[in-house]
């Protein structure tokens, strides 16, 4: 069965940091594309960060600079670090895979939970 668990959300500062984690089991950790995404109330889940096979990565306009997407396939584990926070990120954050390479489209096979992040002061 595949699971993937996030975490590391809370509630951060303005111009603060964060680094979520997403554990993946269930299947071949390397042989499947694995993205960020977000969710804000009432609005659409939004493509964040993704990497593709070769280790290259995708970021949203909104997010570049500040945002890294990196994976480790002995851990089994995808991470998102987040710098220079703000206000506008709070959002539900998701961590999604699959064996087809959607980009950053949110039509991947399968999610996590997420995690809440809320950057305010």
């Known amino acids: 069965e595949v699971q993937l668990v996030e975490s590391g959300g809370g509630l951060v500062q303005p111009g603060g940091s964060l680094r979520l984690s997403c554990a993946a089991s269930?299947?071949?950790?390397?042989?499947?594309?694995m993205s960020w995404f977000r969710q804000a109330p009432g609005k659409e889940r939004e493509g964040v960060a993704t990497?593709?096979?070769?280790?290259?990565?995708s970021y949203a306009d909104s997010v570049k600079g500040r945002f890294t997407i990196s994976q480790d396939n002995a851990k089994n584990t995808l991470y998102l670090q987040m710098n220079s926070l703000k206000p506008e990120d709070t959002a539900m954050y998701y961590c999604?895979?699959?064996?087809?390479?959607?980009?950053?489209?949110?039509?991947?096979?399968?999610w996590g939970q997420g995690t809440q992040v809320t950057v305010s002061s």
């Open positions: 999604a895979a699959d064996r087809i390479y959607w980009w950053l489209l949110p039509n991947y096979n399968y």
């Open positions: 269930g299947f071949t950790f390397s042989s499947y594309y």
């Open positions: 990497i593709d096979s070769d280790g290259s990565t």
